[in-house]
Nanobody, 120 residues
């Protein structure tokens, strides 16, 4: 079973940028949909962005125009470029891979998460 591992989190000031990486242990074509989710303290996990095997993308309204999801098939890696970061972006960010049915559910593949902290 293909697993995913996130990296790239850290502490950044408001207005700054970070790039998260999600590396798969096998081919990312194993997943029809790959995405990034986040969970802030005391809140439910929420969708940030997804990208399909065909390259179609989808974003949460709160990150549109600031975040960009992309994939490098040769490196089996999905990225999340985060610009103009805000304190409300502070959360643990999780990489996810699944089918069109399982994407984002407990039945899909999750990474261990990477912490992003944005200071004001």
């Amino acid at each position: 079973q293909v697993q995913v591992v996130e990296s790239g989190g850290g502490l950044v000031q408001a207005g700054g940028s970070l790039r998260l990486s999600c590396a798969a242990s096998g081919s990312i074509f194993s997943f029809i949909v790959m995405g990034w989710y986040r969970q802030a303290p005391g809140k439910q996990r929420e969708l940030v962005a997804t990208i399909t095997r065909g390259g179609s993308t989808n974003y949460a309204d709160s990150v549109k125009g600031r975040f960009t999801i992309s994939r490098d098939n040769a490196k089996n890696t999905v990225y999340l470029q985060m610009n103009s970061l805000k304190p409300e972006d502070t959360a643990v960010y999780y990489c996810n891979g699944g089918s069109t049915i399982t994407s984002g559910t407990r039945g899909s593949t999750w990474g261990q998460g990477t912490q992003v902290t944005v200071s004001s």
